[in-house]
Antibody, heavy 122, light 110 residues
Framework: QVQLVQSGGEVKKPGASVKVSCEAS????????IAWVRQAPGQGLEWMGW????????YYAQRLQGRLTMTTDTSTRTAYMELRSLTSDDTAVYYC???????????????WGQGTLVSVSS | QSVLTQPPSVSAAPGQKVTISCSGS????????VVWYKKLPGTAPKLLIY???KRPSDIPDRFSASKSGSSATLGITGLQTGDEADYYC???????????FGGGTKLTVL
């Protein structure tokens, strides 16, 4: 069965960076990409971006471009999300998810990781 | 402010039917498939509907969805207390080249 297992929670200071991992199993990693979605306390879901399984293509939410980098390691079937210059507004639960995209659109997440809490506080 | 617009809350009695609307634009819902998720506090979202109308095999047929133009609707019949949750719609926005979500709708089963 499809499984996505994320790394553990992080506590960071403002201005720091965080890198969250997402290890996938149970499906052809190269056929699907990985999306990252976050939910700040009391807020809704925010789509952050998507990376293809083969690391070739990415989509990033415009408001996060410049601070966000997504990568994959096909040898370990692991995706990574790095967010830089953190502020308290980045405090959220970060989810990875399997997401299929064809040449010009994505179909949004069908299987989710368990979530990783990232807290940003001085 | 979310790209897709959902009502903040809906409510209905057990056994009744409820609908949740999701309004977008020609570049979002009007051009792409819609998904619906159920979200409980402290847990990952659960996929209810994909490709606008389709249900995963573990989702009962009490859940259905439709789309007309730039709007989509989730319907839930035979409401149960276990249906109480936040529900989110999502889709791709071809103008933004990004995924977008509604702000979420809190369902209360009275």
């Amino acid at each position: 069965q499809v499984q996505l297992v994320q790394s553990g929670g992080e506590v960071k200071k403002p201005g720091a960076s965080v890198k969250v991992s997402c290890e996938a199993s149970g499906y052809n990693f190269g056929t699907f990409g990985i999306a990252w979605v976050r939910q700040a306390p009391g807020q809704g879901l925010e789509w952050m971006g998507w990376i293809s399984g083969d690391n070739d293509n990415t989509y990033y939410a415009q408001r996060l471009q410049g601070r966000l980098t997504m990568t994959t390691d096909t040898s370990t079937r692991t995706a990574y999300m790095e967010l830089r210059s953190l502020t308290s507004d980045d405090t959220a639960v970060y989810y990875c998810g399997r997401e299929f995209c064809d040449k010009d659109r994505c179909y949004l997440v069908d299987h989710w990781g368990q979530g990783t809490l990232v807290s940003v506080s001085s | 402010q979310s790209v897709l617009t959902q009502p903040p809350s809906v409510s209905a009695a057990p056994g009744q039917k409820v609908t949740i609307s999701c309004s977008g634009s020609s570049s979002s819902i009007g051009s792409n498939h819609v998904v619906w998720y159920k979200k409980l506090p402290g847990t990952a979202p659960k996929l209810l509907i994909y490709e606008t109308y389709k249900r995963p095999s573990d989702i009962p047929d009490r859940f259905s969805a439709s789309k007309s133009g730039s709007s989509a609707t989730l319907g839930i019949t035979g409401l149960q207390t276990g249906d109480e949750a936040d529900y989110y719609c999502g889709t791709w926005d071809s103008r933004l080249s990004a995924g977008v979500f509604g702000g979420g709708t809190k369902l209360t089963v009275l």
